[in-house]
């Protein structure tokens, strides 16, 4: 069974500070993808990343994906409390799955 | 552009009732379609999944079926809802196979009293 394993469960910081989140399986994945939930809406995708080493910035967001494509990192720089929300990541196994494997999350609060 | 659309928003239902809920998807042409259940602040459980009409998986044996009667529509059922089936569901689509980014509706808050 695939599982995708996220840490921190729950992170609160002061606004400005920095920090990474941490999505690790022992799976290998075709794709990863990011994304953010809001409370009382569906998640938003943030980014997916394809290629093993890949990494992508998105304004203050940085995301990483494993050389061997079984972990993922998703770092932000200082945090708004904007920022707040459930960051969830998802992977896609390799083939003809439609299936995403889902990690837990995390719950981030960013206090002003 | 693509949407997605569930409805309705917020349920409040007695144990034992039945229970539809529906999602549509505008703008786009055989799209993989998933029903998702979240416990309050946590992962997603994928209940169900279709690749076309009339073409359902399901994932989790439970109180609850899914049906596809069109191409852009899913629906979500129960016969009796059960008090664990309080949660918030969440559908979703894809392009299909090689093309796994999911996008999500607004979801359904269902409380079961």
């Known amino acids: 069974t695939q599982l995708l394993e996220q840490s921190p469960q729950f992170l609160s910081i002061q606004e400005g500070e920095n920090l990474t989140v941490y999505c690790n399986s022992s799976?290998?994945?075709?794709?990863l993808q990011w994304y953010r939930q809001e409370p009382g809406e569906g998640p938003v995708l943030l980014v997916t990343?394809?290629?093993g080493g890949e990494v992508k910035k998105l304004k203050r967001l940085t995301f990483q994906f494993g050389d061997a494509r079984k972990d993922s990192s998703l770092h932000i720089t200082a945090a708004q409390p904007g920022d707040t929300g459930l960051y969830l990541c998802?992977?896609?196994?390799?083939?003809?799955?439609?299936?995403?494997?889902w990690g837990l999350g995390t719950s981030l609060a960013v206090n002003p | 552009s693509q949407t997605i659309h569930q409805w309705p928003a917020t349920l409040v239902q007695p144990v034992g009732s039945p229970l539809s809920l529906e999602c549509t998807v505008e703008?786009?042409?055989?799209?993989?379609l998933y029903w998702y259940r979240q416990a309050a602040g946590r992962g997603l459980q994928l209940l169900f999944y279709?690749?076309?009409?009339?073409?359902i998986s399901s994932e989790v044996p439970q109180n609850l079926s899914a049906s596809r009667p069109q191409d852009r529509q899913f629906i979500l059922s129960s016969k009796k809802l059960l008090l664990s089936d309080s949660g918030f569901y969440l559908c979703?689509?894809?392009?299909?196979?090689?093309?796994?980014?999911?996008?999500f509706g607004p979801g359904t808050r269902l409380l079961v009293l």
């Open positions: 279709s690749v076309g009409i009339g073409q």
């Open positions: 990343v394809v290629t």
């Open positions: 998802a992977g896609a196994g390799a083939g003809n799955n439609r299936k995403l494997i």
């Open positions: 703008g786009t042409s055989n799209p993989n």
């Open positions: 799976s290998v994945f075709s794709s």
């Open positions: 979703a689509w894809s392009d299909g196979p090689g093309r796994e980014t999911q996008y």
